[in-house]
């Protein structure tokens, strides 16, 4: 094997056990809070449980203990309603606006962009 060989070889190996390492030192220490918390609830300075009830059992089984989703309309319009105090927030006349649905039904809320 030739000296460029070795000195290749012995760099890869000392990368790659570098980036195990790394990955290890990751799962153990976990994310750091501003990384738990979704792109949008960071965006739009709001928590999960603005708009979810999240079972405790959640953070050890999130695919079967999913959080709740908004039942009624007017849950939304405590935001988006034309009289709510939420100043940012997009508003609409919830007694007309898309009736029958429910809002999460037209609107994806988690990307409220546009669904892309």
């Known amino acids: 094997m030739t000296y ?3 000195v290749l070889i012995g760099a890869l190996s ?3 056990r570098t980036a195990i390492v790394g990955m290890a030192v990751g799962l153990v220490i ?4 501003a990384e738990a918390i979704p792109a949008w609830s960071r965006k739009y300075q709001t928590g999960c449980t603005t708009c979810h009830t999240v ?3 959640h953070k050890t089984e999130p695919r079967s203990a999913a959080p709740s989703i908004p039942q009624r309309r007017e849950f939304c319009g405590t935001c988006h309603a ?3 105090p939420e100043k940012n927030a997009p508003k609409v006349d919830i007694p007309t606006h898309g009736s029958p649905y429910l809002c999460w039904q037209c609107h994806y809320p ?3 962009e ?3």
Do not use: N, Q, T, W
């Not at 976990?30 to 809070?33: I, L, T």
């Open 55 to 57: 079972p405790d059992r």
């Open 30 to 33: 976990g994310p750091s809070s």
């Open 14 to 16: 000392l990368v790659g």
């Open 82 to 84: 034309k009289d709510a």
């Open 4 to 6: 460029m060989k070795r």
């Open 110 to 112: 988690h990307l409220p």
């Open 114 to 116: 546009g669904r892309g």
